[in-house]
């Protein structure tokens, strides 16, 4: 069963320093790889999208890394700021019948704290 | 600001009712997907149109419907409510080409009492 799994479920940091969130999978076939930050009550917004030539792609304080081969992805914020605090949510999309389906993760909730 | 308008914002209803959520693309996007995330879940991807022709279908139950009109706006007709329906209900729009980014909206919120 394609699945997307993330690390850890929630994370505490203190503003200023830097994390790294976790995101495995069993999609297949793959198409791409997609970082999204949710803040409460709102829609996602993406923040990386990558494909399998792809092993890291930035957006200012945000790095997101690719292995295709371990099937595992990674979202390093840098510098950590209190409008980091959301939710980050891995997306996979799968090739399939012609169109891609995207499976979500359930997320990472990350708060920032003074 | 994404440029996908979900209305309403707010929806409370009764058991047993029909509502319709509304949702306007982006300007230039042909594919509208419909999402719902229930109180601290994950999204759960129901269906999406492109052009006007349903492309994929989720785990969308049979009482609700989608459709997708000449103009591109969308509609998600949620009927027979039931308490487990309230729900965040996301649109998202994109160019309908694999690797583009979804842009999503920013939700109708739907309290069944």
């Known amino acids: 069963k394609n699945q997307v799994e993330q690390s850890p479920q929630s994370l505490i940091i203190l503003e200023g320093k830097n994390c790294t969130l976790q995101?495995?999978?069993?999609?297949?076939?793959?198409?791409?790889l997609r970082w999204y930050k949710q803040d409460t009550g709102r829609g996602p917004v993406s923040l990386t999208i990558?494909?399998?030539?792809?092993n890291t792609k930035s957006n200012g304080r945000y790095t997101a890394t690719l292995d295709a081969d371990t099937k595992q992805s990674s979202l390093h914020i840098t510098a950590s700021q209190l409008s980091d605090s959301a939710s980050y949510i891995c997306v996979v999309s799968e090739f399939s019948g012609g169109y891609n389906k995207l499976i979500f993760g359930a997320g990472t909730r990350l708060a920032v704290h003074p | 600001d994404s440029g996908v308008t979900q209305t309403p914002k707010h929806l409370i209803t009764a058991t047993g009712q029909r509502v319709t959520l509304r949702c306007s693309p982006r300007?230039?996007?042909?594919?509208v997907y419909w999402y719902q995330q229930s109180l601290d879940q994950g999204l759960q991807f129901l269906i999406q149109?492109?052009?006007?022709?349903?492309?994929a279908k989720g785990n969308i139950l049979e009482r609700f419907s989608a459709q997708q009109f000449p103009d591109l706006h969308s509609e998600l007709n949620l009927s027979s409510l039931e308490l487990g329906d309230s729900a965040l209900y996301f649109c998202?729009?994109?160019?309908?080409?694999?690797?583009?980014?979804?842009?999503f909206g920013d939700g109708t919120r739907l309290s069944i009492l």
């Open positions: 995101c495995n999978y069993t999609v297949s076939p793959f198409s791409n």
């Open positions: 998202a729009s994109s160019t309908g080409h694999s690797n583009q980014p979804q842009h």
């Open positions: 990558m494909t399998f030539s792809e």
């Open positions: 300007s230039g996007d042909l594919s």
């Open positions: 149109y492109y052009n006007g022709e349903e492309r």
